[in-house]
């Protein structure tokens, strides 16, 4: 319903009652009291006409009785009908034979009058008559309309009067501020309201206008920070800011109607996205880590919270989500853990990413039915090559040897640098010990050959110890120990080979 209508609506319904009143009471109250007083005049001159047809009565005197009841017909004959007399016993004696009817089909505007004939307390009989007082009835309802009339042109000029000042006052500031929350409600804050007056709307609108100020100022920061994106109740996207659309990569417009499905990346698994969607359709808040995909396929990080916006009912009705860029904290997280997990100088796993590899290739030996191998490989004659052509060329034939042992093992198996010139080699899922001897033979062989280190020639061999699940032990810290002590009897009886931990 319009707030113009409203404001109207007290004065039409007091105008409404105003004229039930005057229809339905006053009128009726002032035709009722105005039908007593023409009743009590009829009576007044009922008593002055009487006196002579109390006489005749009296005397019996039929013939002047009768010329006294027509004088008074006389009298009064375009307002008096069908005047009879009966005398105290209800017998009619006058008129004997005619009565007049012309009364009968209007009723409402005759009144019924009794008049009783009587000589102190004795009863002679009454006078029973018809009184026309239709001119004193339409002359009451005429003034009664009247002032009316008058009343309903005077509620009018108020309505109108009123309406113009609440339209100005009260409608016009409000229509405005009603505009400015649709503005707001679409994503703009750059309304400006003017304060009109300094009363109740006035402060309203100053009001609202230092809410927008801040909401304004605070979009402003939300826009210049996060990446922000509104979806309907069925996960439609609706809107989305001007950050969002440039570090994905996508216009506005190929955002707006689709899913979040448009920038989903591979990262993450199916149960992970119905996880989101069952927290935020249960009206609960989600807050994690997404990795998502640009228009051009480059993946990018953020951190997300997304919140569902409720109804009256508690049922979800659209879902804001704030996201900041994380790319470069992520980037630099996944260096520092490949820092900590790698070689700075092979690029190959440390001690302590191959004994995680280690324990996962364990893991699926165990449900495979299959066997893993630890090398732990020592070059011999490394301190020489170091010694006399210098830390540059030791540091080189490290890489070449890391990049010969990448070459010998399969992309599934693990080739680590745990110290100075120690590696480690772990095969997964092989079928027998003969697989390993194979491998570490082709290892022997490829070290053997003479390395190029900035065109100077180096020679080295190699020292292998090997330990395999389920032969020897079960536990990866134990099969690395094991394998390292079978390397070094290999060193003592004289290098360049490899050897089995149940070869002692």
Known sequence: MSIKFKLALPILAGLLLILLLIEYFWLPFQLEKAKNAFEKQTHELLVLGSSGIIQDLLENDLGSLFSNIEQLEKSYKDRWFNLSLYRENKKRIYPIFIINSEVSDQVERFIHISYPLRIGETSLGYLDLDIDWVREKNKIIKDIRNIRDIIVLVIILVLLVTTISQYRIIYRPL???????????????????????????????????????????????????????????????????????????????????????????????????KDIWRTITSGNVWHGEICNLKKSGEKYWVSSTIVPYLDKKGVPKRYISIRTDIT?????????????NHDALTNLPT???????????????????????????????????????????????LVSVSERLGKCAREMDTVARVGGDEFIVILSRIDNRDNAGLVAQKIIDSLAMPFNLNN????????????????HVHDPEELIKCADEMMYAVKRRGKNSFAFYDDK
């Open 175 to 273: 229509k405005k501020l009603s505009v400015a929350a649709n503005k707001i409600k679409r994503g703009s804050f750059n309304t400006e309201l003017p304060v009109y007056s300094n009363d109740e709307i006035g402060e309203l609108i100053s009001s609202f206008t230092e809410m927008q100020t801040e909401l304004s100022f605070q979009k402003k920061a939300l826009d210049h920070h996060a990446l922000v994106s509104i979806a309907d109740k069925d996960g439609l996207i609706i809107h989305v800011n001007n950050r969002f659309a440039a570090v994905s990569g996508y216009p506005r417009e190929e955002l707006i109607g689709k899913t979040h499905r448009i920038i989903k990346s591979d990262t993450h698994s199916p149960e992970f996205y």
């Open 328 to 340: 470069k904290q992520k980037n630099a997280e996944e260096q520092l853990r490949y820092m900590a």
């Open 351 to 397: 001690r302590r990413l191959a004994k995680e590899n280690l324990s996962m290739a364990l893991s699926i030996a165990r449900r495979d039915q299959k066997m893993v191998a630890v090398m732990f490989i020592d070059l011999d004659g490394f301190k020489v090559v170091n010694d006399t052509l210098g830390h540059d060329a030791g540091d080189l034939l």
């Open 456 to 471: 100077k020639t180096a020679s080295i061999g190699a020292s292998i110890g090997i330990a395999l699940y389920p032969g």
